[in-house]
Nanobody, 125 residues
């Protein structure tokens, strides 16, 4: 079992920045690929970004490419999402996810083995 706890959400003006964190506990964090997903009201949960267990491979949704950066610290069992140049359409609940798959090159919601409880990000105009 892996427990994931997100933090860092909040209210920010458009053009601003936020840094989300996801702290993991339980089994060895470094064996898990990690991802961030988001869900806006009335919409399905969507992929935001992925980082492989080693940190060598990252993926981004086109909508956040160039603005968001994912990183991980295996020694501290944490993954971060730096979000810059935020837009109103980035408003959503952001979820951290973990997948036990050493060969995965990305992650879908269906592939995630563990989820955090989510943290709200609201971008105002």
């Amino acid at each position: 079992q892996v427990q994931l706890v997100e933090s860092g959400g909040g209210l920010v003006q458009a053009g601003g920045s936020l840094r989300l964190s996801c702290a993991a506990s339980g089994r060895t964090f470094s064996r898990y690929n990690m991802g961030w997903f988001r869900q806006a009201p009335g919409k399905e949960r969507e992929f935001v970004t992925f980082i492989s267990w080693s940190g060598d491979l990252t993926r981004y949704a086109d909508s956040v490419k160039g603005r968001f950066t994912i990183s991980r610290d295996n020694a501290k069992s944490t993954v971060h999402l730096q979000m810059n140049s935020l837009k109103r359409e980035d408003t959503a609940v952001y979820y951290c996810a973990a997948e036990d798959n050493a060969w995965g090159a990305t992650m879908t919601a269906a592939q995630a083995d563990y989820w955090g409880q989510g943290t709200q990000v609201t971008v105002s105009s």
